[in-house]
């Protein structure tokens, strides 16, 4: 009998089962699509706009390029979960399902005066503050997080660098203070000490200063509220905002107590059958009891685990694919033409994440996933 199976969200992860669903899924079944956005944003891609390396439109597709055969897409915002009938209101009406695929994300929040700053995780903000810095000839620039947890372990760190390597190619750095502020204890808290360290190290190299340990509460025109006050001014401000888990499942039996989706670590089944969750919207612990890193390549690979593991369990055959919380390979931007390669185990005991030293090679990595991204999954 044809089943329906409902993926909620266009990011990586929901953009990635898709894909792997329409291709080896039996035909009779349906796989139905669910966005409010009608187009995905290459998210990895917006520290090129933020800079003008990147114009938008070359980051986004539309998701009606994903449709086919047995894939519909459905612009509709999810609104609200109703497990024990097994159906989705949106704001276009009920979705029904057979197996459900929640890969929403997260929910961006502004602080108290968030209107002040850039948020540079939205692709229209990250195209204005491009305006706003080729404008800017002199003052202090603070890259701030509001709070843990955040998406896109990395992004930080990269928009900081990215933003100081402009400036020094146009011979302005040294009119320009940067300053980056996180409530972090260390940078890549995840990663053992020495490559904190050695980021740390980087970033002290080119003159950016480091607050860590700071949450940011309220943003003034004359600078960061922190539980202490006003106690970082500054001339421009970019910040990246509270997350939370997506609010139509925040208190459902799936949600733990901060509102992130629970689910087991390698098979992303939640306590509900025919219910999966992957990507940021999850908790997923380490061996040592600490949440793993928001990454976009854990997106893609626990999607392509749930969306395989439901096709052998659509044709009646055990399922056989893990998710093994490791990364190799991925690269994180160090500049306009340099980045760093980065590696993740994080079932390891201790979690393992390394950093090489800054290179073109690792560069030339990230634009070519970029495009291989852009073309293989559109």
Known sequence: ??????????????????????????KEHRIALVDRREKHVFLAGLPLVVTGKRKPSQIVRSLKRLEGPNLQFIQAEVQEFHPDDKTVRTDQGFLSYDSLIIALGTEQHGISGHNLAFNPYRLEEAEMLHQRLRSFRRGHIVIFVSSLPFTGTIA????TLVIDDYFRKRGLRREIQISLV????????????????KLKSIMEKRNILLFTERETHALSKTGIVGPRGSDIPGDLFIGIPHHKGPAPFRNSPIANREGWLTVDPHTLATCLEDVYALGDATSILSPQGTPIPKLGFFAHYQAEVVARNLALAYTNQPQRFSFVGGAKGASMLTGLKRGSFVSVDA???????????????????????ERYWLKAWF
């Open 1 to 26: 009998m044809a089943k329906t199976i409902l993926i909620l969200g266009c990011g990586t992860g929901g953009v990635v089962a898709a894909n792997v669903l329409a291709k080896v899924l039996p």
């Open 156 to 159: 930080p760190y990269e928009l």
């Open 182 to 197: 996180t409530p972090e204890s260390r940078l890549l808290s995840f990663a053992s000490p020495a490559y904190s360290e």
């Open 347 to 369: 079932f390891q005991r201790p979690p393992v994440m390394t950093l090489s030293h800054p290179n073109p090679l690792a560069y030339l990595t990230k634009m070519f996933f």
